[in-house]
């Protein structure tokens, strides 16, 4: 499962990133403390590479922290096909429970959809090598799928509200 390049979707296109990433507003849920928590996608930035996955990190928006990191392949006969809790990066205690939560959502075929149509566009970006989202990728540390967007990203998610 080759899955390196990872590189969060809001940070190439943080305009749509914000308005098209869905959050899970949780409130007095068991076994999860209430919060609002984004789904925020990364894709594989490797050009050329047709990996056909996306991580969802699951960010607290209270915590500022990413609290799971869920792996999926848009092909469902895919060797590993998730959703999957990803085993190269940390999760939290409330993994297990957002990644139940996650699987619902994934149940929506608008949502799967709409994030497959994201890929698409990551990939049509990377492969384009006049495509401004490659001094974003120049001027990065390098993919890294666990960084939370910009303060104002997060700001400008939190009044939409979605
Ligand atoms: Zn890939």
Do not use: W
């Not at 809001?10 to 899970?24: D, I, K, M, N, Y």
């Not at 959502?105 to 384009?128: F, M, W």
Request: a positive charge; glycine letters at 6%.
């Amino acid at each position: 499962m080759k899955h390196t390049g990872l590189f969060p979707f809001v940070h190439l296109f943080p305009r749509q990133g914000v308005a098209e990433t869905r959050s899970l507003t949780i409130r007095g849920f068991p076994d999860l403390p209430d919060d609002d928590y984004g789904l925020m996608e990364s894709y594989c930035v490797e050009a050329g590479c047709n990996c056909r996955r996306v991580m969802l990190n699951v960010a607290s928006r209270r915590r500022q922290t990413i609290v799971a990191s869920i792996s999926y392949a848009f092909d469902r006969d895919d060797e590993y096909p998730g959703p999957f809790m990803d085993p190269l990066n940390p999760q939290s205690r409330y993994a297990g429970v957002l990644l139940e939560l996650v699987e619902q959502v994934l149940a929506d075929p608008a949502y799967v959809a709409r994030l497959e149509a994201h890929y698409y566009q990551v990939k049509g970006a990377v492969n384009d090598p006049t495509h401004p989202c490659h001094q974003v990728l120049a001027q990065s540390d390098g993919p890294d799928g666990l960084r939370l967007p910009n303060r104002q990203a997060r700001r400008a998610r939190a009044r939409k509200g979605r």
